[in-house]
């Protein structure tokens, strides 16, 4: 849960606002695990709700499409959604709702965004050798046994001396 206090707001004029500057150790839940979560919020109350607005930075964790092996991936997310005022109806759209005591669990909203900012390829590293299409293994970890995961292909060698003669 990413419990903030709203109920100033809840309370208060259209276009009042206030900010907050949000620095979480860990976010971890059974759908999303993020490493930290940074930023600074700002609320300001609008005519059906509260209107959340701010840049947040996080690592999430995710599989890398290579070697299969989860890694955190840096995104930042750009948030700008209302939250509903107390008793409310919820919506897919707004699916987030300030509870009678002011508080409001902001968890759904950030995981959506968060969600969307992971790349479909997302890579644990640049370098990443992935795995072994016969055996399975995580190349990143040795080298297998298999004959195509011989380090050197002859087929590069022979661009290498193209590459090098092309240098004189
Ligand atoms: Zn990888
Ligand atoms: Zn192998």
Redesign the pocket.
């Known amino acids: 849960m990413i419990r903030i206090n709203l109920s100033t707001l809840v309370h208060a004029k259209i276009g009042q606002h206030q900010s907050i500057i949000l620095n979480l150790d860990a976010v971890s839940t059974t759908e999303l695990d993020l490493r930290y979560l940074k930023g600074e919020l700002h609320f300001t109350r609008v005519r059906y709700g509260v209107l959340v607005e701010g840049l947040l930075e996080t690592e999430v964790q995710t599989e890398?499409t290579?070697?299969?092996?989860p890694?955190y991936e840096p995104v930042t997310i750009e948030l700008g959604d209302i939250v509903s005022l107390p008793g409310a109806e919820l919506t897919p759209e707004c699916p987030v709702r300030i509870s009678e005591d002011g508080w409001a669990d902001l968890l759904p909203l950030i995981r959506e965004y968060v969600w969307i900012s992971i790349p479909v390829n997302a890579?644990?590293?640049p370098e990443?050798k992935?795995i072994c299409q016969e055996c399975g293994g995580n190349l990143?970890l040795g080298m297998c046994t298999c004959d195509n995961s011989l380090p050197i292909d002859p087929r590069w060698d022979a661009l290498r001396m193209l590459l090098d003669s092309s240098d004189n």
């Open positions: 890398c290579r070697c299969l092996t890694f890579i644990c590293s990443c992935g990143n």
